[in-house]
């Protein structure tokens, strides 16, 4: 069963530090239990299936340029680049 | 026993667009962050819109390396965190429910081995960081997002090779096919790139990552084979790990990242609907798909009595392969093939003197019957070629404007060799003596006619002289 | 001038010059600054309305041609773009993102002629029933302003039924626009999976939400279809409508229909006395049109919940995974941090229920959990479509209540993530097989609505409006007391 540090290990795993875990320890618990409940249905037989959509249905390969200047309009760019924090 | 295998990444640089946006899929011509759009760049509320021709190339590549083709293909999510990463996801292939990615298995013919193809699958490329920080003093990452997205296939092989040299040989050979094929320029910096991973007898497998060239391949993965040994030698576990190859120490080292407990949560990119390839869609791919290197080969030597050698080098590449096909006609295809591989390739050695080259297969069909009418040399048609590749001028004008018309005539040669005897009298007494040094005053002949005298008449003339 | 009013009577009204779109705009928005105070339906207003509304005026007047909407206004749930409008999905992490492009959705009403009020209030992500989640604030119900409005499109419910506008765009992705419908007294359309392009809706859980239109009548809902439905180029996951007109025949009526009770929402435990109750008078009042109603069982049903959220916060964990605050996001010194640091201290900005589907997306479909979880909730969902499907051999149309409860107040249910989780118990299946389904306004009983839900077979969206037609022709409710 799921406890705190695993909950703690997935946050960080998901990139989100957690300032107290407490409470979203126990509703994380609370909601994994109640998914216990798919253990009880027979699903032996089932398949996973998709939306289908035929190969000459895709997008034609066209170059159409981006007409805004898209870069402009979002944040921490510098001299062209996006500038991200330094890596370990 | 050294067994290797590869995971080789090769963009589709011959579409337009991106995988999943209409983006340009060769980015390089670009301003840094210039070519992106709220698709590529994972704004929210954007949506991928697959490519239909990078599913074809996909495929096409597929089907040329013998794989399996799927009557349905998939996307999948790999879930990682990287700042070139603008999704945080790529979208990329897998086969979990059954085979469903672009290709399944395969294989190619290297020298007497096969080397199994495990999968091919279809991806975007993520975007590049152009500076890591990561030392102290440099606090910042900076990241160009023009390649994001770009349309990529990962081959996968079996560890069937057995040494670096096989892989440089195999390397060669899907090099060739990718041209071949008219989807890929495997030659564009970065457009091939190639992990991978190495085990020896009695030792765990070990993945090499970060390795820029097939060149530096090579030598990643004979410095990964000695440092196996060694640590064999010494009784030392090899362990199972990923390393990066240093470039600048030429090295492989230990990976302190903890890519092998990182969980892709791996699940279906429903954005994009399964995509149905019937097989009337797959034999269209398959007729439309250009002869392969190994067929075209067999069948310049069988059908024009070409030299195996001869062949393989025309064969190989698309550039010569083009031209000996459309100027050859039967009679005349083995002269043709050797002025390519003689002369041609001589002076048009480079991609890019391949793509500002005005030589045409008319161009070679005529110098080739000029050559067989005796109308010129050899000599002279490879002085008309250079001149032919930069202005693109008909063939009879250049041998014009150049005076590059064969002497034939007797007379005409024979007062050359006249005052040639005149000058060179020791040679001529020496050829008199040892006639196997008659070629030199042949060349003074050649010399003086600027090689338009018809050789075999000259030697001739020549040997007529002496006796007299 | 009454704003209470439908959007076909409005348009009734422009064109016979009772009044202008200028006025009725103006007449709107000063309807909004009263009481929105209160209600707290919107997190932003559309600066340029009256600009918008004149230049219809002038459409109108010099006999240039004009869309078919007329200039009525209508508001947009805050996680659909809009170019150069905050969309901020009411997250503190996109709480100053301006969308640099806009929605397929808001392209088609803006070429027939649409004046957008402003953009409403939504639980955080669109996650949750109650606008509860949302990081501004909640939305409050405008029948009793101490009871939830529903959710997640809670502020676009509440302002269709506070007469701030006269319809909106929510997105329904297990309920989240039929819910606040019921919770509210106002239409909501969950239409067939793929028929309403999501291009430029932000995702949540990509497979099976849908953007949907929240109004004051089912000809409304009609009307409003006909506008955004149909396929997109943007959207790989679009499907042909053929053009259909939603509004045509809808007045045709359902006698001779087969209707099937679905037993497991009809008969559950968690169902009000007062929600039964007008469950059974709805069945009457279908029975008095003409159709032939009768129980059916889905036996999958009492596992939709569990496989809904397994697979929502899958999705929800990939789909939120871009928010690292790094190519957009709010104001956060990069210096100082490394890369993962930076990004995990950025993300301490989502909410409480976004960071708990967010874990559980990283807990459910991780190689160690996926077969006990996630592959099992896809299974569940393969097995439901093949019995609704098999249903729908059968009957025209399946029904329920759309919510088992009517609205509660503020704080009642928030403490307990099961009892939240089970007020989806009876939407989520539209949304797991990809049906349409609509809410449709049944009653309001000690002055709080009720919602009846109808289900019909993918695609059958014109068939569905002709049953919701008659049934809210049954009905007769009160105004809104606000």
Same mark, same amino acid.
């Given at each position: ?88 | ?193 190639? #992990?991978?991973?190495?085990? !020896?007898?009695?030792?765990? +497998?070990? =993945?090499?990552?970060? /390795?820029? *060239?097939? @060149?530096?391949? &090579? ?123 003689? #002369?041609?390739?001589?002076? !048009?050695?480079?991609?890019? +003197?391949? =793509?500002?080259?005005? /030589?045409? *297969?008319? @161009?070679?069909? &005529? ?102 | ?482």
């Amino acid at each position: 069963m799921v406890d705190e540090e695993e909950i703690i290990r997935v946050a960080e795993l998901m990139k989100i530090d957690l300032e107290e875990h407490g409470e979203h320890v126990s509703r994380v618990k609370k909601m994994l239990e109640y998914f216990d409940i798919l253990d009880q249905i027979d699903l032996s037989s089932e398949e996973i299936t998709a939306q289908q959509k035929s190969l000459n249905e895709l997008r034609k390969d066209e170059f159409i340029p981006n007409d805004k200047k898209l870069i402009e309009s979002l944040k921490n760019f510098r001299e062209h680049y996006v500038r991200a924090p330094k890596m370990n | 026993m050294t067994k290797i295998g590869l995971e080789i990444h090769c963009q589709l640089t011959k579409l337009e667009s991106k995988l999943f946006c209409s983006c340009k899929a060769n980015y390089r011509e670009f301003e840094p962050n210039h070519n992106i759009c709220p698709v590529c760049m994972g704004l929210p509320g954007s949506l991928p819109r697959l490519n239909q021709k990078a599913v074809e190339s996909a495929t096409s590549i597929a089907l040329a390396l013998t794989c399996d083709t799927p009557e349905k293909i998939a996307f999948f999510r790999k879930n990682y965190f990287y700042p070139d990463l603008p999704k945080n996801f790529q979208i990329t292939q897998l086969n979990v429910y059954g085979d469903m990615s672009v290709g399944g298995e395969g294989y190619v013919r290297v020298e007497d081995k096969n080397i199994k193809i495990r999968r091919i699958q279809l991806e975007e490329d993520p975007g590049r960081i152009i500076y890591e920080g990561a030392s102290e003093r440099t606090k910042i990452t900076l990241v160009d997002y023009n390649r994001a997205g770009t349309p990529l296939v990962e081959i996968v092989t079996d560890p069937d090779f057995e040494s670096p040299r096989q892989v440089r040989v195999f390397l060669n050979i899907l090099s060739d096919l990718l041209e071949n094929l008219g989807v890929a320029e495997p030659g564009l910096e970065g457009a091939m790139r190639a #992990d991978g991973n190495v085990s !020896i007898e009695g030792g765990n +497998k070990v =993945e090499i990552k970060n /390795i820029g *060239s097939f @060149h530096d391949l &090579e030598k990643a993965l004979h410095f990964e084979i000695t440092r196996q040994q060694s640590l064999f030698e010494r009784d030392i576990e090899i362990a199972q790990e990923t390393r990066h190859w240093d470039d600048r120490r030429k090295i492989t080292v230990s990976s302190r990242s903890k890519e092998e407990d990182q969980d892709y949560r791996y699940f279906l990119e429903n954005d994009i609907p399964w995509v149905k390839i019937d097989q009337s869609t797959r034999d269209r791919l398959k007729e439309n798909m250009p002869e392969s290197i190994s067929s075209k080969k067999e069948r310049y030597v069988e059908k024009f009595d070409i030299a195996p050698q001869v062949a393989d080098i025309i064969a190989s590449d698309r550039y010569y392969s083009k031209l000996f096909e459309s100027a050859y006609s039967d009679h005349n295809a083995k002269d043709i093939a050797n002025l390519i591989t003689t #002369d041609v390739i001589g002076f !048009i050695d480079t991609k890019e +003197k391949q =793509e500002n080259s005005k /030589i045409t *297969s008319e @161009h070679l069909s &005529e110098l080739i019957d000029a050559i067989n009418s005796k109308t010129i040399t050899r000599n002279s048609a490879k002085v008309a070629l250079q001149e032919i590749m930069k202005s693109g001028k008909n063939t009879k004008d250049v041998l014009n404007e150049m005076d590059l018309g064969q002497v034939s005539d007797s007379s005409e040669i024979d007062t050359i060799i006249s005052q040639i005897f005149e000058d060179e009298k020791q040679a001529v007494i020496d050829a008199k003596e040892r006639p196997e040094t008659v070629n030199f005053l042949v060349g003074k002949v050649m010399q003086k006619t600027k090689g338009k005298a018809d050789p075999v008449k000259t030697l001739e003339l020549i040997k007529s002289k002496l006796n007299q | 001038m009454n704003l209470n009013t439908s959007i076909l009577k409005y348009i009734e009204d422009v064109k016979s010059g009772t009044f202008t779109v200028e006025e009725f705009t103006t007449e709107t928005l000063q309807r909004i600054k009263d009481v929105d105070s209160d209600v707290h339906a919107y997190l932003s207003l559309n600066d340029s309305a009256i600009n918008d509304a004149k230049l219809i005026d002038q459409k109108i007047s010099s006999g240039e041609k004009i869309g078919q909407c007329y200039g009525f206004p209508i508001s947009i749930k805050d996680n659909i773009c809009i170019t150069g409008t905050k969309t901020t999905c009411a997250s503190k992490i996109l709480e100053n993102f301006i969308a640099p492009y806009t929605a397929t959705v808001i392209n088609r009403l803006q070429n027939e002629d649409v004046v957008i009020t402003g953009k409403t209030n939504l639980d955080e992500f669109a996650m949750g029933l109650t606008t509860e989640f949302s990081a501004f604030g909640p939305t409050k119900n405008p029948w009793n302003l101490d009871y939830v409005p529903g959710g997640s499109s809670g502020g676009s419910a509440a302002s269709v039924a506070a007469n701030e506008c006269l319809a909106s765009l929510g997105s329904d992705t297990g309920g989240s626009v039929r819910n606040p419908a019921s919770f509210c007294s106002v239409v909501g359309l969950k239409p067939t999976y793929g028929l309403i392009s999501r291009y430029g809706l932000i995702s949540y859980a990509n497979s099976i939400e849908q953007i949907g239109p929240m109004t004051k009548t089912v000809k409304d809902s009609a009307f409003l279809l006909n506008v955004i439905a149909g396929q997109d180029a943007n959207d790989d996951t679009t499907i042909d409508n053929n053009n259909v007109d939603y509004l045509e025949n809808i007045e045709d009526g359902i006698e001779g229909k087969k209707i099937g009770i679905i037993k497991e929402m009809t008969t559950s435990e968690g169902l009000s006395q007062e929600v039964s109750t007008a469950t059974k008078d709805a069945i009457c009042d279908f029975e008095s049109l003409g159709a032939s109603c009768e129980d059916v069982t889905l036996p999958t049903i009492p596992y939709t919940v569990a496989a809904y959220y397994t697979i929502t916060s899958t999705e929800a964990g990939s789909n939120l995974a871009r928010y690292d605050n790094i190519r957009y996001g709010y104001e956060l010194e990069s210096e100082g941090y490394e890369y993962n640091s930076y990004i995990s201290k950025s993300r301490a900005k989502f909410g409480p229920e976004v960071t708990r589907r967010i874990i559980l997306g990283g807990f459910v479909p991780s190689a160690g959990h996926a077969g006990k979880y996630f592959l099992k909730a896809l299974k569940v969902k393969s097995k439901l479509i093949s019995e609704i499907n098999k249903a729908f051999e059968k009957f025209d149309y399946l029904i329920s209540p759309t919510a088992p409860v009517q609205p509660f107040k503020f704080g009642e249910k928030i403490d307990d993530p099961v009892t939240l989780m089970l007020l989806d118990y009876n939407t989520v299946t539209a949304n797991l097989t990809g049906k349409p389904a609509i809410s449709v306004p049944y009653r309001v009983i000690n002055g709080l609505p009720i919602g009846m839900q109808i289900m019909a077979n993918s695609l059958k969206e014109k068939s569905l409006f002709q049953s919701a037609y008659a049934l809210e022709s049954k009905t007769n409710l009160p105004e809104v007391p606000l």
